[in-house]
Structure formats: C-alpha cells, structure tokens
C-alpha cells in the first residue's frame, strides 16, 4: 500500500515543475527505495521505525502539496492530497504493525554482529601466553648517553 501511496505521489508531480514538486518526487523515491531495501532483506536501522518515516515523509509531502495549492489546478492538488493521504495511513499502519525496532524490551537481534559481545566460550585465547614476571637474564641495562662512550 505504501508503494502504491509512493508512486502515486510520484505521478501527482507531472506538470508544471518546481522546486515543490522536486521535493515530492524525492519524498516518493526515498519511500520506495526503502520499501525495495526492506524487500531485498537488507537490516538497517531508522529512528522509530520503517512506518513512522513513511508517514512523516508523506507529512512532508502533504505540507508542501498545501504550499502549492493556489499554483496548480484543484483536481491536481487533491490527486496529491489524496496521493499523500494514501502514504500517510500506510506508514501508521505500518507503525502499529511492527513497532520500531529500537524500543526497550524489543526481542531482536542487533543489526550488526560487531555489536553484539561474544559469549565466553566464543572468546580467542591469545597465541602464547607472556609470563608473569621477567627472568633476570631477560633484564637489561639502561644505556649510556651518547656523549659518554
């Protein structure tokens, strides 16, 4: 649905071009670019989750549809409006789907093995072992300054 809400938004910018209308076609890109991230199985991290961005990106696009309102036609402004609105309620029902992936108690993996600390057993013993204490004959002079040889 948000894919469908996207490229609407997406198609809703034909026409007299702007630097509005600009701004609508990259809100709708980065929407359906994360949509065919997430499809590709990629796992990346967004603030609040996947459904609060999509809706605060067709927030975005519905502010910015508003400032043009007077500039358009009506019928293109409310196939806009309607296109926003369309995105809107799919990235809240995305939201109440699945929550965002950073709240406390969430039980997920973490994105990226490098965050996670090994479990004593998966912990490296070093190669060699270096002894406690030097023996005597390991132990050396200091040397004298240069000027006294």
């Known amino acids: ?16 071009f702007s630097f509005v209308e600009a ?13 065919r991230a997430r499809a590709d199985g990629r796992r990346f991290h967004l603030p609040f989750g ?11 696009a519905g502010v910015l549809i508003v400032v043009r309102l007077f500039d358009r036609p009506l019928g293109q402004n409310l196939l806009a409006l309607a296109c926003a609105l369309i995105l809107l309620f799919a990235g809240l029902r995305e939201h109440a789907k699945r ?3 950073d709240l406390p108690g ?16 998966e912990r490296e ?12 004959e390991a132990r050396t002079e200091p040397l004298n300054p240069p000027e006294f040889r």
């Open 1 to 16: 649905m948000a894919g469908a809400g996207a490229l609407l938004l997406l198609v809703s910018t034909f026409g007299a």
């Open 23 to 35: 701004a609508e076609a990259l809100v709708s890109l980065s929407v359906l670019a994360l949509l």
């Open 50 to 60: 996947d459904g609060a961005v999509i809706a605060a990106a067709a927030a975005w």
């Open 99 to 101: 929550p965002a992936d």
């Open 106 to 121: 969430a039980d997920h993996e973490p994105p990226d093995d490098l965050m996670r600390r090994p479990a004593p057993d």
């Open 125 to 136: 013993e070093p190669t060699r072992r270096l002894p406690t204490e030097a023996p005597d």
